[in-house]
C-alpha cells in the first residue's frame, strides 16, 4: 500500500521560505507522477507542481512559477517543494499525491494522497 506522508510545514512571514518533503512508500514510482496540491478554507483544492518520477520532467501554476521548485530524491524516495517568495495567498493545506502513470493537474486523476501539512503566511 502506498503512504505519502508530508512534512515541513509551519509559520512563515511574507517573503520567507519553506521546504516541504513527502516520504514515499509501499510502492515502485518509477511510473509515477508526483504532485503537491494545497486547500485553503472555503476553496477548491488546487495544483500546485508535478513531477515525473522518472526524467524529472516539471509543470507548475502559474501562480507559484518561479517561487516555488519541485525535485525528487530517488535514493530517498522524497519529492520536497521549496517554497521561496511567501505571500499570504500561499496559506493553505498542502498535499503530496501519486498517481500511478504519468502527470496530470487534475486531482482527480492522482491514486494517493497523504495527510497534509499546514502553511501559514502572515502579512
Known amino acids: 500500500q502506498v503512504q505519502l506522508v508530508e512534512s515541513g510545514g509551519g509559520l512563515v512571514q511574507a517573503g520567507g521560505s519553506l521546504r516541504l518533503s513527502c516520504a514515499a512508500s509501499g510502492g515502485t514510482f518509477s511510473t509515477y507522477g508526483m504532485g503537491w496540491f494545497r486547500q485553503a478554507p472555503g476553496k477548491e483544492r488546487e495544483f500546485v507542481a508535478v513531477?515525473?518520477?522518472?526524467?524529472?520532467?516539471?509543470y507548475y501554476a502559474d501562480s507559484v512559477k518561479g517561487r516555488f521548485t519541485i525535485s525528487r530524491d530517488n535514493a530517498k524516495n522524497t519529492v520536497d517543494l521549496q517554497m521561496n517568495s511567501l505571500k499570504p495567498e500561499d496559506t493553505a493545506v498542502y498535499y503530496c499525491?501519486?498517481?500511478?502513470?504519468?502527470?496530470?493537474?487534475?486531482?482527480?486523476?492522482?491514486?494517493?494522497w497523504g495527510q497534509g501539512t499546514q502553511v501559514t503566511v502572515s502579512s
Open positions: 499525491a501519486a498517481r500511478r502513470q504519468g502527470w496530470s493537474s487534475r486531482p482527480y486523476e492522482f491514486n494517493y
Open positions: 513531477i515525473l518520477w522518472s526524467g524529472g520532467s516539471t
